[in-house]
């Protein structure tokens, strides 16, 4: 049940370089997107969403684009920086009243090379 | 910051033991989750629960699972006879009604060892 995939387990980039994680999806009941970031013996944290009905969302170095139309999402970071050395998650999820679960990706090691 | 926590952060324990693990979500949060990530794989949805009752479960979520908030602070899972596919990290995560609906803040998490 491979509903988000990520298909990059891994992907080195040089410091202050731009990183692009990728993520595609398969339900299209989803209408709600974010990216979650996660270090070693910690719980993933929230970094940036996109709702269903926008294509693009910027938050400082962080941008997310939805391609609803091929149903593939991507995180930017610009400019990159060793402090964001992590495993990156997709995960999205449906309207359900408030209770919605999150669907998550495999995920995608990010090492930044200083 | 409030923060999501969870004990204890680690858990060893013989194949057809009990164990339960502790949460105690921000306190101000209304939704409660429990997922786990079994080792190199992803992250998988178990429950979730609002208003003292469960709003859904995964298949993962069977009748050895339990979920409980027995006072107003701690959420915990309970799980009543471990098999040893039962071994992952468990998050806790919980959600604030009037934060964006996603917006779902994690604990570090317990790994668990059945052995």
């Known amino acids: 049940d491979q509903q988000v995939k990520q298909n990059s387990p891994s992907l080195s980039v040089q410091e202050g370089r731009i990183s692009i994680l990728n993520c595609d999806y398969t339900?299209?009941?989803?209408?709600?997107f974010l990216w979650y970031k996660k270090y070693p013996a910690e719980g993933p944290t929230f970094l940036i969403s996109?709702?269903?009905?926008?294509d693009k969302n910027e938050d400082g170095r962080f941008t997310v684009f939805l391609n609803k139309s091929a149903k593939h999402l991507s995180l930017h970071i610009v400019p990159s920086q060793p402090g964001d050395s992590a495993v990156y998650f997709c995960?999205?999820?449906?309207?359900?009243?408030?209770?919605?679960?999150?669907?998550f990706g495999t995920g995608t090691r990010l090492t930044i090379i200083p | 910051e409030p923060e999501v926590t969870q004990t204890p952060s680690h858990q060893v324990t013989q194949m057809g033991q009990e164990v339960i693990l502790h949460c105690v979500p921000i306190s101000n949060h209304l939704y409660f989750y429990w997922y786990r990530q079994i080792l190199g794989q992803k992250v998988e949805f178990l429950v979730s629960?609002?208003?003292?009752?469960?709003?859904?479960k995964s298949e993962i979520f069977d009748d050895q699972f339990s979920v409980e908030r027995p006072d107003g602070s701690n959420f915990t899972l309970k799980i009543r006879s471990t098999k040893l596919e039962d071994s992952a990290m468990y998050f806790c995560?919980?959600?604030?009604?009037?934060?964006?609906?996603?917006?779902?803040?994690f604990g570090p998490g317990t790994r668990l060892l059945v052995l």
């Open positions: 995560a919980s959600r604030n009604r009037d934060r964006r609906r996603e917006t779902q803040y």
């Open positions: 995960a999205a999820s449906v309207s359900n009243f408030g209770n919605e679960k999150l669907t």
């Open positions: 339900n299209s009941m989803f209408d709600y």
């Open positions: 996109i709702s269903s009905i926008k």
């Open positions: 629960f609002y208003n003292n009752e469960i709003s859904e």
